[in-house]
């Protein structure tokens, strides 16, 4: 692998990792090691360590401790050692895609991206954390009834001391930048508990990291289960805010977690509406692009169509002769379709897929399985009786229900649990306004398909989907919080004679 020399630092052994503890590659004390499994060959390929929960303890001390030197750092060195981490990231780019290629079977090409569009993401934090950090406000007693000009009031934003960040398998590198650029610019300190596919991937972002010249311990790397070390992290007292992405298991921790800020983005059942007037094969290059990019797993993925009865089936053609072309096997050969991220999603798939053929839903192809990976499929005819109508499948397999009024769309997207994101494809911006406006989903997406990106917009979702929002700039507000400073002025204040 090109540059794995430079981390070599980070090995314990063969396929073997260290996690990151003050400023340091270290084993566990536990003498434990969790398996990471290849999708593509169901075959152990990394192993990362098992840590207990007194290292956890040590990181939260340690984390703490460097979080107050590192808030009295001019912000400009912040953001100077932020963009020395992006370029050190960059130029390691292809070693860490390859890790996602084994880990989380995302094909090279795509996981180059994923690092190259991490680098921008921390690139762009830096300056735009120097923008907002920068400006306080200035307020006077005596702009509000009945006060005179005796106070004055200095607004500043400060960090809020220690943040648990939880990236998702499905893009480990991206989304625990995301989390991590904001804390850091604020003058926060990092705990990362990077999922176990694409553990490695976390861990080599952490040492370039580590490499940009961090203070010690303001940055740690835990990895190990979930059931030993997880409700320590999220219940932890030294923890200040929880940045998190992924499942279900986000609705436990914000039961869990304290008086602390949440940022969480969950589940998504993305609904598509397609009018009568829409482009059709706009509409049907989106549904493919959404619907089967990184083999649907993505929380943004169109996850069910909804298309007026009237252009049904020459929509449903258009997007069965895209999805002939889309090229279905192993990520080293940038296949379009590649292995799920493990054994039990792809049982979950394949339930869903039973269900909805038992219910007499139409196959446009062959239901197709070997181990992991799964073959694309169009399930139309799809009726709210059917469980992959409802539930959020995480693989190559799309749901399409034709409605005969746009309300049946608009109830189908708010019957929902989940509600992340959701898209329309019609000419009349009319239409389109007023069909958002009754979607009940954190983001609309109008003529194009859903997408967390471009990185600086904000993106949130509604009921099960999340709490708070996330975007460059939300997530550096919500990494931090106000203090005031009141200025009392001694004796009668001044007035005019």
């Not at 940022?263 to 829409?278: P, T």
Request: with cysteine; aromatic share 6%.
């Amino acid at each position: 692998m090109a540059g794995q020399n430079v981390f070599n630092e980070i090995l314990a052994g063969d396929d073997t990792f260290k996690f990151y503890a003050d400023g340091e590659w270290k084993t566990s004390t536990s003498g434990k090691t969790v398996n990471i499994i290849n999708p593509s060959t169901l075959k152990p390929v990394f192993k990362v360590q098992a840590c207990t929960q007194d290292e956890v303890n040590k990181c939260v001390d340690s984390a703490k401790a460097a979080q107050k030197i590192w808030a009295k750092t001019p912000l400009w060195k912040r953001a100077e050692t932020l963009h020395r981490f992006a370029a050190i990231l960059r130029e390691h780019s292809v070693s860490i895609a390859g890790c996602l290629v084994k880990e989380i079977a995302k094909c090279q090409k795509d996981s180059v991206t994923e690092v190259v569009r991490s680098c921008d993401l921390i690139s762009y934090t830096a300056e735009e954390g120097i923008r907002i950090l920068a400006q306080g406000k200035f307020l006077v007693s005596d702009s509000f009834p009945g006060n005179e000009r005796n106070k004055y009031c200095l607004e500043s934003k400060i960090p809020l001391g220690v943040i648990l960040a939880i990236p998702p398998f499905n893009y480990p590198v991206n989304l625990a930048v995301s989390k991590i650029a904001p804390a850091l610019i604020t003058g926060n300190a990092v705990i990362l508990k990077p999922p176990t596919q694409g553990a490695v991937a976390g861990l080599h972002l952490i040492h370039c990291l580590h490499l940009a010249g961090f203070p010690k311990g303001l940055v740690s790397a835990i990895t190990g289960k979930g059931s030993e070390i997880g409700d320590l992290l999220t219940m932890h007292p030294g923890i200040n805010c929880i940045s998190f992405t992924g499942g279900d298991t986000g609705i436990s921790i914000s039961k869990k977690a304290g008086m602390i800020p949440l940022q969480m983005e969950l589940g998504g059942k993305d609904a598509c509406i397609v009018l009568e007037d829409a482009d059709l094969d706009l509409a049907a290059s989106n549904i493919v692009k959404g619907g089967y990019s990184y083999s649907g797993q993505r929380c943004t993925a169109v996850k069910v169509v909804c298309v007026m009865e009237s252009v049904a089936d020459t929509l449903v053609s258009a997007v069965n002769e895209k999805v002939k072309k889309l090229s279905v096997g192993m990520p080293e050969k940038n296949c379009d379709i590649t292995p799920v991220v493990s054994e039990s999603s792809a049982n979950f798939i394949q339930g869903l897929v039973e269900d909805a053929k038992e219910k007499g839903a139409t196959f446009h192809q062959e239901w197709k399985r070997e181990g992991n990976l799964i073959w694309p499929l169009l399930i139309d005819h799809v009726r709210p009786d059917m469980r992959i109508a409802w539930e959020e499948p995480f693989g190559p397999v799309l749901p399409v229900i034709r409605i005969k009024t746009i309300e049946e769309g608009i109830h189908h997207c708010n019957a929902n649990n989940f509600a992340l994101q959701g898209c329309i494809f019609t000419r009349d911006i009319n239409k389109a306004i007023m069909i958002s406006d009754a979607m009940e989903s954190g983001t609309i997406q109008i003529n194009g398909a859903p997408a967390r990106g471009p990185d600086h917009f904000p993106f949130q979702g509604l009921r099960d989907s999340g709490i708070g929002s996330q975007g460059i700039i939300n997530s550096i507000n919500i990494m931090c919080k106000v203090k005031s400073t009141v200025i009392n002025l001694p004796g009668p204040s001044y007035t005019m004679g």
